[in-house]
């Protein structure tokens, strides 16, 4: 059984009298334990695919299962747990709370559950992710490629199903970039996760199990 | 070019502009409204003002003709209203002329009809109707005689004139010497008299000071008067010249001195023959040689037609004492009375003869300037300080001043606080706009034209919203308001508050400019990166805990709010600026309408009132009231028929602990208005009984009717005790006043009370006010104390009373000094009223005050079954004045009035039954509308500034949640993807919502306090439990609520999105 399956998903943004359809009856299932890649021109529509994939937004049309389950037929609340659970996001942007040290970001995911997470597990994200000595600093003091692996971290915390990363490396030099691909890349093998990751860089999509093309809102091959 | 941009940016974001324009616009409405609200109350007080008091400026009276034109050639005179005094009239007052410019500047009310036009036409003052026999109609030909005196003088000083004259004659006929000079010398036999009787040493002999003194003297009573009449008819006119004289004779025998008002001593009379004659002798005939004359009249009289009667003004003008016209006849009338009349007389000599003038000034400067310009040189120029007195500093001006400032900051800050979320929000657009190659001048630019539009949507339609509010909101308070106001524009001041809200919009945008203007090409303000870590002291170097605590997500947002302290200490404040300003408006309005709520609502005043000097009998009760009921706009009568100075015993008297106090520090001869004392010596006290005098406080005894709605409100008032209305009809049972109290401790318990405060009191108030004034006790029927205060228990329901009062009869022909004892029960007490008090108890605050039925006030009082039977009112007023004080009682009538009635025709109907039933009526009505209007005027005028502000302060709220919100988005975004839930994030906004009301509220309150402690501080404290406590909780509760929505309401909106579209650049 597959780990996501999406399930002839559209999806369409209207502004005004624009109507665009970013997403046209798209069905695709990922399994679990690899590495996807999701490539595409700008405005072929990704990233839609990628936050529909971690219920970051409904689509218009069509149905999203995770192993089996319609999520969006849950409730809000409920899709809000299953986010927090089994799905770890890394932006491109980072995302982290700039007012918490890099400690706390990364145990939030973890912290906002209710739950302590296990400090050997911890301990090897963040000698995984080697931001072992940053770890009482605050977002503002790293760098780019630190601010990502506090990211990552984040999004391993959880020990989530599945990592969606878009574009994680887009605001990071090439040698940093790479290196956050083989710190996602390996923490995935470590702990048996599913990795959904966008970019435009073909060098990165190479790297994974499968490449997932997008041309126009529909997924070619 | 530039316009286009700053216009294109606007419309690019409408939903800003649209706030900003709000906020301007709403700023620019409240400066318009504040502005006209305070021009319409100065103008419509200055309005009242001049029609009450004339808009005159200045006044030089009683002045001669000449002065007329040295004054007209002044400059600064606009108009100049001349009032030529013709004379006195019996009927009229005072006749006088006046001219066109007299009729502007009087702004005199014309009861009926108008101002006299040709020269047989007059109008009459309102208050000369009463001085006619009959009833004067506008269009009735009346005959005006017009008396100028020719000559007068004192009659003694004719008399002694006389005397002078026939001294030789006494003196040659009676033999007697040094007559003149025991005249001359009476000044100092006056003075030697005094002296004596201030000793006590005189003797009868020192009653005159020589025999023939008396003799001459009191002789002046033995001379004629002589009036001479001549007649004359000038066309129209007719003159009479009445001439007195007096004129003395010597009579055969001194004896006829006996006939003068005082007989001559018998030790005098030594010598006198017995044989008096009955009569005197005739006059005799005149002898113009032995003739003094007294006084020379011309009474000129002239028909002439009633054009109108004139609303009372001449004594409301701030004239002194200088007589003004109360009746009106043209320039040429005045002519035809003095000029074609008076002066053609060919009697006497009235060559010299010159009328004087009253100028009334209209200037074109303001009235203190021309007084204070002319003064020196018109000797006795007066300012008419009535219609412009000295306004600087008024409550009513520092408001508005208060309001524009207060707009002005709020304005600021919103302004401020708009553009800077703008600046924020467009940070690509100004980027881009450097891009290609904008200079910051240009930036400036696009900005300062962005204002310039903004104004220019904002302004007219904002002035359009204030004028057209102003008029309504004054149109609402004329009609539900009790009040008068009409809409005035101070142009000046409505200006200034515009020109003010201009400058504050470009002041708030100021700073947001200068950040507008470090935009760098990027796109973002750049912020400095935080030097300095949240949790101060935590080194970084130091070990990290892993198994930290769980941080739950209150936590995480409260770490959030210390993150962004700045902005949750703004929010905090202006949501307690609003709290604060509405609850201190509540507090401010409670003040202002503090005397009216006390001194009319609460003590339910009448609107007007009439006191009889006697009670009415019960079968013309009925008759008076139903007259008063017939005047249009009475809507209640309270008729209550009383007797006065009853002295009252009770058991426990001697207990009561506020009467010996005010005994105390009452003046001792006061002490026989309140209390027996031990000199009472009534004929018919014993031993056995002296007590009921000695030990009693005088007190008043109120009747009223069973059948009347009086009787059921009393039973209504009732603390304790239940009334047997059958017992009550027949006098056994009362019902007894006996109000609250309160000692005041404290240090300053031992205030001398000032004479002035003394003599302003009467029998009833005395004991309230002088207790109160010397801070020994505060006495209340005021329901609102009834918690705090405390209550007489020396007499309850069920004692007797014992009601000593004195008989005032007569025995022969002397008075008798008898009481006459009267005893009943007690049915109930009334130790406050419940709401709303009974008039006039609640205000005179008599302690104590007997209510009974009218029988009752018969067998205490018996002649006052009859009324004032068939004596005349002078008759009764001469026998109360000496010899029967209390015995014919009182009748106190009190009328309410419905306030849409017509204030004239009722006060003109009340006083006709006023004058039917020789009675005066008081009235009440311009006290109460004073009091109301002031209250009204300031508690409108802090209400504006209340809702203005608090109304601004809550919109800069809304956009700063709305903007705070808006950059949260990405964070929330982020936190919703992390897995915080839709409820979590309402949960937990809503308790912010209500943490920052309780801040808001807590600390309002707190600067409550504060206000109340300064305000407090130098007066008499109020009692904070009269304050309307429940709409203070009532507002509190809303402004809770509303601070609580306003928070937490924008957060649902965003959280329905979806989390990515709160990240709104991810995968950016």
Known sequence: ?221 | MLRKIAVSGMKGRKKDTLILSFVVGLSFVFTILATIFHASSEGTKLEQRTAMFGSWDAAYLNSGKEMVEKIKEKEEIEKLGVSRILGNSPTLGVVGTINDDLKDLGNFTMYEGRMPEKDNEIAIELSRLSYFQSDIKVGDTIPVEIVIPIYERDWYEAAREQVIRVIPEIEKRFGYKNILYEMNNFPIWLREFEEKERKGELTDRDWYPTDWFSYIYYGLANSYRRNVHSLEQFNDTKLVIKTSYVQMFVPDNYSYYRFSPYSIPDEVETGLPEDLPEELPDEGPINPEELSMISQYAHITRNMVVTGIIQNYSNLWDVGDEPVASAFVTEEGGKAFIENGFLLTEEVDVSDFETTYNLFIGSNIPSKEFFNKYEGEFEGLRRNTYAFPETSGSTESTLTYGILAAIFIATVFAVFQIYLTQTRRRTRRIALLKSIGAVNGQIIRVLIWEVVYLLSFTLPISAVIGFGLSKLIILYMNKYGNTVLNLHIDYKLTLLGIGLGIFSVFLGMIVPMIMSLKVPLTGTISTPPRKKPIIKGKLKTKPVDLNMKVQSFSRIYLRNLRYNKGKTLLTASLYTIATAVLLGTIFLSFIFFGDYIDNVIVKDKPSYGYELNHALTNRSIPEFVDSIYEVEGVTRVELYKAGEHAYLWHENIDKNEIYPVFKEILPRNLVEEHFGTDDSDYVNLDKDNSHLVKDSIVTNIYTIDVEDPLYTRFEASLSIGKLDKEKFKTGEEIILLIPLFEKVEGENSEVEISEDIISNTNQKNRMEVLLRNSNKYNLSYDFRYADYYLKDETISVGDTIYLTIPTEDMAGELPTNDVRFIETKVAGIIYYFPEKGIWPFADTVENPVVIGSYNFLGKAYPATIFGKGHLTTEDLNYLIASIYPTKFGKTYVYIYVDKNANEIDVDVGLKRVGREYEVKLTNYIEENNKIFGKSLNMTAIVTLLGISVALITLIILYNTTLSKLEQERERIGILQALGVTEGQFKGLYLISGFGYGLFALIISHILLALAVLITFISGRPKPLYLYPWKLHAFVSIVVFIIITLTYFMPIRKIIKNQPIDNIRNLGR
């Open chain 1, 1 to 221: 059984m597959s780990l996501l399956r999406l399930e002839n998903v559209s999806k369409t943004y209207i502004t005004g009298d624009l109507k665009v359809e970013a997403l046209k009856s798209v069905n695709l299932e990922i399994e679990k334990g690899y590495f996807y890649a999701i490539i595409g021109k700008s405005g072929s529509g990704k990233s839609t695919l990628l936050h529909i994939l971690g219920a970051l937004d409904r689509p218009t049309e069509g149905k999203l299962y995770l192993e089996g389950e319609s999520v969006f037929d849950k409730t809000d609340k409920e899709i809000t747990i299953l986010r927090r659970r089994r799905i770890g996001f890394v932006f491109q942007a980072y995302n982290l709370l700039p007012e918490h040290t890099v400690l706390e970001n990364i145990l939030m995911p973890a912290h906002l559950d209710g739950k302590k997470p296990d400090e050997n597990r911890l301990k090897e994200i963040i000698s995984a992710l080697d931001i072992e000595d940053k770890l009482a600093y605050y977002p503002d003091e790293l760098s780019g490629g630190q601010r990502q692996r506090v990211a990552i971290a984040r999004a391993l915390i959880t020990n989530p199903a599945i990592i969606l990363a878009d574009e994680p490396t887009g605001n990071l030099d090439e040698k940093t970039g790479q290196e956050v691909i083989d710190l996602i890349k390996q923490s995935a093998e470590m702990f048996n996760q599913t990795i959904v990751l966008v970019t435009h860089d073909m060098d990165i999509a190479k790297q994974a199990d499968r490449i997932i093309r997008i041309v126009d809102g529909r997924i070619m091959n």
